[in-house]
Protein backbone atom coordinates (compact mmCIF):
# COMPACT_ATOMS: atom_id res chain seq x y z
CA UNK A 1 0.00 0.00 0.00
CA UNK A 2 0.88 3.58 -0.49
CA UNK A 3 3.08 4.63 2.38
CA UNK A 4 4.45 8.60 2.70
CA UNK A 5 8.28 8.41 3.50
CA UNK A 6 11.34 10.38 3.19
CA UNK A 7 14.04 8.16 2.07
CA UNK A 8 16.78 10.60 1.41
CA UNK A 9 16.07 12.13 5.51
CA UNK A 10 17.70 11.23 8.53
CA UNK A 11 15.61 9.51 10.53
CA UNK A 12 15.39 9.43 14.63
CA UNK A 13 14.13 6.17 15.80
CA UNK A 14 11.55 6.51 18.84
CA UNK A 15 11.53 4.41 21.91
CA UNK A 16 9.16 1.42 21.44
CA UNK A 17 6.21 1.16 23.40
CA UNK A 18 3.92 -1.07 25.39
CA UNK A 19 0.34 0.11 26.87
CA UNK A 20 0.65 1.44 30.73
CA UNK A 21 -2.30 0.96 33.04
CA UNK A 22 -3.60 3.87 34.32
CA UNK A 23 -6.88 6.18 34.19
CA UNK A 24 -9.78 4.03 32.83
CA UNK A 25 -11.14 5.04 28.86
CA UNK A 26 -14.05 6.48 30.50
CA UNK A 27 -12.44 8.08 33.14
CA UNK A 28 -10.21 9.81 30.29
CA UNK A 29 -13.15 10.91 27.76
CA UNK A 30 -14.84 12.25 31.17
CA UNK A 31 -11.99 14.78 31.71
CA UNK A 32 -10.72 15.23 28.25
CA UNK A 33 -10.79 19.24 27.84
CA UNK A 34 -9.05 21.56 25.13
CA UNK A 35 -6.43 22.78 27.34
CA UNK A 36 -4.38 26.40 26.20
CA UNK A 37 -2.12 26.54 29.24
CA UNK A 38 1.16 25.47 28.21
CA UNK A 39 4.40 24.83 30.23
CA UNK A 40 7.75 25.21 28.52
CA UNK A 41 8.81 22.51 30.53
CA UNK A 42 9.64 20.00 27.13
CA UNK A 43 8.25 16.90 26.70
CA UNK A 44 10.21 12.99 27.02
CA UNK A 45 10.54 10.85 23.68
CA UNK A 46 8.68 8.10 25.35
CA UNK A 47 5.87 10.52 25.61
CA UNK A 48 5.59 11.88 21.91
CA UNK A 49 6.59 8.17 21.05
CA UNK A 50 3.10 7.01 22.70
CA UNK A 51 1.31 10.21 21.48
CA UNK A 52 2.27 9.22 17.87
CA UNK A 53 1.80 5.55 18.31
CA UNK A 54 -1.82 5.58 19.92
CA UNK A 55 -2.49 7.90 17.70
CA UNK A 56 -2.06 6.80 14.07
CA UNK A 57 0.58 4.00 14.93
CA UNK A 58 0.37 0.63 12.89
CA UNK A 59 -1.50 -1.65 15.05
CA UNK A 60 -2.68 -4.86 12.80
CA UNK A 61 -2.50 -5.82 9.47
CA UNK A 62 -4.78 -7.52 6.55
CA UNK A 63 -3.39 -8.55 3.35
CA UNK A 64 -1.37 -5.49 2.40
CA UNK A 65 -3.04 -2.78 4.36
CA UNK A 66 -1.79 -1.74 7.47
CA UNK A 67 -4.35 -1.08 9.90
CA UNK A 68 -3.76 1.85 12.61
CA UNK A 69 -5.18 3.01 15.64
CA UNK A 70 -7.78 4.82 13.76
CA UNK A 71 -9.99 3.57 11.65
CA UNK A 72 -9.98 4.70 8.19
CA UNK A 73 -12.56 4.70 5.00
CA UNK A 74 -11.03 1.58 2.81
CA UNK A 75 -8.11 1.40 4.91
CA UNK A 76 -6.31 3.88 3.07
CA UNK A 77 -4.68 6.08 6.28
CA UNK A 78 -4.27 9.27 4.48
CA UNK A 79 -3.58 11.13 7.86
CA UNK A 80 0.22 12.35 7.71
CA UNK A 81 1.81 13.43 11.66
CA UNK A 82 4.60 16.23 11.15
CA UNK A 83 5.90 16.89 14.52
CA UNK A 84 7.44 20.17 15.44
CA UNK A 85 9.78 19.63 18.12
CA UNK A 86 10.74 22.85 20.33
CA UNK A 87 11.80 21.34 23.17
CA UNK A 88 12.42 17.49 23.75
CA UNK A 89 14.36 15.83 26.60
CA UNK A 90 16.51 12.97 26.21
CA UNK A 91 17.17 14.45 22.54
CA UNK A 92 18.23 17.00 20.94
CA UNK A 93 15.72 17.13 18.08
CA UNK A 94 14.86 20.49 17.09
CA UNK A 95 12.72 20.59 13.86
CA UNK A 96 10.03 20.02 11.53
CA UNK A 97 9.91 16.07 11.14
CA UNK A 98 7.62 13.04 9.69
CA UNK A 99 6.32 10.34 11.50
CA UNK A 100 7.16 7.10 9.66
CA UNK A 101 4.10 5.08 10.80
CA UNK A 102 5.75 1.41 9.21
CA UNK A 103 9.29 2.29 11.15
CA UNK A 104 8.09 3.91 14.25
CA UNK A 105 10.86 6.49 13.65
CA UNK A 106 11.02 10.14 12.36
CA UNK A 107 12.41 11.55 9.27
CA UNK A 108 14.15 15.28 9.69
CA UNK A 109 12.38 17.56 7.27
CA UNK A 110 14.16 20.76 8.22
CA UNK A 111 16.03 22.09 11.85
CA UNK A 112 15.99 24.55 13.76
CA UNK A 113 13.34 26.48 15.69
CA UNK A 114 9.70 27.37 14.40
CA UNK A 115 7.34 27.84 16.57
CA UNK A 116 7.26 31.17 16.58
CA UNK A 117 6.54 30.62 12.82
CA UNK A 118 3.39 28.69 13.42
CA UNK A 119 2.07 31.06 15.79
CA UNK A 120 1.90 33.52 13.04
CA UNK A 121 0.51 31.30 10.83
CA UNK A 122 -2.06 30.14 12.94
CA UNK A 123 -3.29 33.62 12.93
CA UNK A 124 -1.36 34.86 16.40
CA UNK A 125 -2.81 32.66 18.92
CA UNK A 126 -0.31 33.20 21.46
CA UNK A 127 -0.68 29.90 23.79
CA UNK A 128 0.31 27.94 21.35
CA UNK A 129 3.88 29.91 21.33
CA UNK A 130 5.04 27.52 25.20
CA UNK A 131 4.01 24.07 23.55
CA UNK A 132 7.25 22.16 23.36
CA UNK A 133 6.05 19.73 20.94
CA UNK A 134 2.93 20.64 18.26
CA UNK A 135 1.76 17.95 16.19
CA UNK A 136 0.39 18.88 12.58
CA UNK A 137 -2.04 16.47 11.03
CA UNK A 138 -2.42 16.71 7.01
CA UNK A 139 -4.50 14.41 4.93
CA UNK A 140 -3.31 12.79 1.67
CA UNK A 141 -6.35 12.99 -0.52
CA UNK A 142 -4.85 11.82 -3.19
CA UNK A 143 -4.60 8.64 -1.98
CA UNK A 144 -8.31 7.96 -0.59
CA UNK A 145 -9.46 9.73 -4.39
CA UNK A 146 -7.93 6.86 -5.47
CA UNK A 147 -10.54 4.57 -4.71
CA UNK A 148 -13.48 7.00 -3.44
CA UNK A 149 -13.29 9.74 -6.47
CA UNK A 150 -15.69 12.75 -4.57
CA UNK A 151 -16.16 10.93 -1.53
CA UNK A 152 -12.38 11.06 -0.51
CA UNK A 153 -13.29 14.90 0.52
CA UNK A 154 -15.44 13.78 3.44
CA UNK A 155 -13.95 10.70 4.34
CA UNK A 156 -10.40 11.84 4.64
CA UNK A 157 -11.40 14.85 6.70
CA UNK A 158 -13.35 11.65 9.28
CA UNK A 159 -10.08 10.08 9.04
CA UNK A 160 -7.87 12.94 10.70
CA UNK A 161 -10.91 13.23 13.67
CA UNK A 162 -10.58 10.28 14.28
CA UNK A 163 -6.78 10.57 15.28
CA UNK A 164 -7.29 13.47 16.37
CA UNK A 165 -9.71 12.05 19.20
CA UNK A 166 -7.12 9.49 19.86
CA UNK A 167 -4.55 12.12 20.49
CA UNK A 168 -6.75 14.28 22.84
CA UNK A 169 -7.32 11.07 24.71
CA UNK A 170 -3.75 9.97 24.93
CA UNK A 171 -2.70 12.72 25.73
CA UNK A 172 -5.36 13.69 28.95
CA UNK A 173 -4.35 9.67 29.73
CA UNK A 174 -0.97 11.10 30.18
CA UNK A 175 -1.63 13.93 32.13
CA UNK A 176 -0.31 16.64 29.22
CA UNK A 177 -2.24 19.52 27.51
CA UNK A 178 -3.25 19.50 24.11
CA UNK A 179 -6.27 21.51 21.74
CA UNK A 180 -7.35 21.09 18.64
CA UNK A 181 -5.77 24.32 16.29
CA UNK A 182 -8.19 24.38 12.87
CA UNK A 183 -7.69 27.94 12.16
CA UNK A 184 -4.96 28.78 10.17
CA UNK A 185 -2.96 30.30 6.66
CA UNK A 186 -2.90 26.99 4.76
CA UNK A 187 -0.74 28.21 2.21
CA UNK A 188 1.94 29.20 4.60
CA UNK A 189 1.88 25.82 5.72
CA UNK A 190 2.12 23.87 3.53
CA UNK A 191 5.28 25.65 2.67
CA UNK A 192 6.50 25.13 5.70
CA UNK A 193 5.74 21.64 5.50
CA UNK A 194 7.28 21.59 2.04
CA UNK A 195 4.59 19.50 0.82
CA UNK A 196 1.88 19.79 -2.13
CA UNK A 197 -1.18 21.35 -1.55
CA UNK A 198 -2.46 18.91 -4.99
CA UNK A 199 -1.77 16.73 -3.04
CA UNK A 200 -1.65 16.96 0.38
CA UNK A 201 -2.71 19.37 3.16
CA UNK A 202 -3.01 20.48 6.71
CA UNK A 203 -6.18 19.92 8.77
CA UNK A 204 -5.36 20.34 12.35
CA UNK A 205 -2.44 21.17 14.84
CA UNK A 206 -2.23 20.09 18.32
CA UNK A 207 0.22 22.16 20.84
CA UNK A 208 1.48 19.43 23.36
CA UNK A 209 2.58 20.23 26.85
CA UNK A 210 2.79 19.26 30.16
CA UNK A 211 -0.04 20.69 32.30
CA UNK A 212 0.85 24.65 33.54
CA UNK A 213 0.81 24.80 37.15
CA UNK A 214 -0.33 28.44 37.33
C1 LIG B 1 -12.01 21.30 13.97
C2 LIG B 1 -11.66 22.06 15.22
C3 LIG B 1 -10.96 23.26 15.12
C4 LIG B 1 -10.60 23.96 16.28
N1 LIG B 1 -9.83 25.09 16.17
C5 LIG B 1 -9.45 25.75 17.28
C6 LIG B 1 -8.58 26.87 17.19
O1 LIG B 1 -8.13 27.27 16.11
N2 LIG B 1 -8.23 27.48 18.35
C7 LIG B 1 -8.65 27.06 19.57
O2 LIG B 1 -8.28 27.67 20.58
N3 LIG B 1 -9.47 25.97 19.70
C8 LIG B 1 -9.87 25.30 18.59
N4 LIG B 1 -10.63 24.17 18.70
C9 LIG B 1 -11.04 23.66 20.04
C10 LIG B 1 -12.51 23.96 20.33
O3 LIG B 1 -12.63 25.35 20.61
C11 LIG B 1 -12.97 23.12 21.53
O4 LIG B 1 -12.95 21.75 21.17
C12 LIG B 1 -14.38 23.51 21.97
O5 LIG B 1 -14.39 24.80 22.54
C13 LIG B 1 -14.97 22.52 22.98
O6 LIG B 1 -14.16 22.44 24.13
P1 LIG B 1 -13.56 21.05 24.65
O7 LIG B 1 -12.67 20.50 23.54
O8 LIG B 1 -12.75 21.41 25.87
O9 LIG B 1 -14.68 20.13 24.94
C14 LIG B 1 -10.99 23.45 17.56
C15 LIG B 1 -11.70 22.24 17.64
C16 LIG B 1 -12.00 21.54 16.50
C17 LIG B 1 -12.72 20.21 16.63
Known amino acids: MFHKEYPNARRFELPEVQPLRGRSLEETILSRRSR ?5 EPITMEELSRILFFS ?14 YPSAGALAPVEVYPLIERATDSDLKG ?12 EIRKGSYIDELVEICYHQDFIRNAPIC ?9 TRSKYG ?13 AGENIYLECEFLGLSTCAIGAFDDEAL ?10 EYPVLCYPISRRSKH
Not at 60 to 67: A, E, V
Not at 135 to 143: C, N, P
Not at 190 to 199: A, G, H, T, V, Y
Open 36 to 40: RNYSK
Open 56 to 69: VGITGKIGRYYLRA
Open 96 to 107: IYHYNSLEHCLE
Open 135 to 143: LILTVFEKR
Open 150 to 162: RRAKRYVLLDAGH
Open 190 to 199: CSLLEIDPEE
